[in-house]
């Protein structure tokens, strides 16, 4: 008799846990290093994967939401009244279009975390930027002061992550099968009516 093998990673694998070290977007794609347990007792199992699929649009969003700590950690931007957006749902200010988050490494234990990213220069340059390593807990040293909400914001994109990992995507800009058939059509079912050709 065969028994069937649990899907520890994918959609089918909602009661796994997974904990994520590292992950980066890099052309539309997903990067990740992580671990994956069947239950809290298993052994945690250590993966790397390069996702073949299209990131959705709200990994970017949650990694776009990042830019704004990225900018004052690495000291490229000062803050100012209007620094902030408005509203989550919304998109960021101008003065952070220069700027994008391409990655994030979790501290040991999720107590922390460093951002990855980059600054567009101009002449087609490109500034990559690291983040100092920021400890979310207020107690271990941690000089700065928006700490919770960037532990807030961190733990919005592993989120994404993990639906990512578990099988969330874009559909769209998908390739379809190469001999994929037109529904309702089958060359082999439709009668053969001969063309007549008429002579004036």
């Known amino acids: ?18 904990r994520i070290q590292k992950a980066r977007i890099k052309d539309c794609q997903l990067l990740a290093e992580f671990t994956e347990q ?21 990994l970017q969003h949650r990694f776009e939401r990042l830019v704004p700590h990225m900018c004052l950690l690495c000291e490229q931007l000062t803050e100012t009244p ?13 003065h952070f279009e220069n700027f994008r988050v391409t990655g994030l490494s979790i501290g040991r234990n999720g107590g922390g975390v460093t951002l990855i990213g980059q600054r ?3 002449g087609n340059r490109v500034l990559n930027l690291i983040s100092p390593y920021v400890a979310y807990d207020a107690e271990t040293g941690s000089e700065y002061g928006y700490a919770g ?3 807030s914001a961190v733990l ?17 800009g998908r390739q379809l099968d190469f001999f994929e058939s037109v529904s309702g059509f089958t060359a082999i079912d439709e009668p053969f009516i001969p063309l007549t050709v008429s002579h004036a």
Request: charged share 25%; net charge negative; glycine share 2%.
């Open 120 to 122: 567009h220069l101009s």
């Open 156 to 172: 919005d994109a592993l989120s994404e992550v993990e639906a990512a990992l578990r099988g969330k995507h874009r559909t769209a």
């Open 149 to 151: 909400l960037l532990e």
């Open 1 to 18: 008799m065969h028994q069937q093998l649990a899907t520890t990673v994918g959609p089918a694998a909602v009661m796994s846990i997974i």
């Open 38 to 58: 069947r239950d809290q007792d298993a052994p945690p199992r250590s993966f790397t994967l390069t996702s073949p699929e299209l990131i959705h649009p709200d």
């Open 82 to 94: 209007d620094y902030w957006p408005d509203d989550e749902a919304q998109e960021l200010p101008a």
